[in-house]
Nanobody
């Protein structure tokens, strides 16, 4: 049974930084791509970034490109999302996801974490 557990969320002022972590258990295939999605109140869940199984390729939504960095440490079964220059528009619940196929499409995600809340105040 795959388990994904997010941590690192919190409240920060605009311009600040947060680092999210997603710990997965040994059942999570290391070849799976890993992703971060977010969902603001009243909005659909949206893809933020994803990283290939080996960690060599990273992809970002245009809204976070240049500000967020996704990385993974397969030895620790952990994926990270470093978020800099945060703005109120980044507020939402952030979810970790794992997929054996496509990590930037909600319907193709195999496993989801429960989320960690990020709140950015102006």
């Amino acid at each position: 049974q795959v388990e994904l557990v997010e941590s690192g969320g919190g409240s920060v002022q605009a311009g600040g930084s947060l680092r999210l972590s997603c710990a997965s258990n040994a059942a999570t295939p290391k070849t799976n791509c890993m992703a971060w999605f977010r969902q603001a109140p009243g909005k659909e869940r949206e893809w933020v970034a994803d990283i290939s199984g080996g960690g060599r390729r990273q992809y970002y939504a245009d809204s976070v490109k240049g500000r967020f960095t996704i990385s993974r440490n397969n030895a620790l079964n952990t994926v990270y999302l470093q978020m800099n220059a945060l703005s109120p528009e980044d507020t939402g619940m952030y979810y970790c996801a794992s997929s054996a196929s496509k990590c930037n499409v909600t319907e193709r995600v195999s496993y989801w974490g429960r989320g960690t809340q990020v709140t950015v105040s102006s």
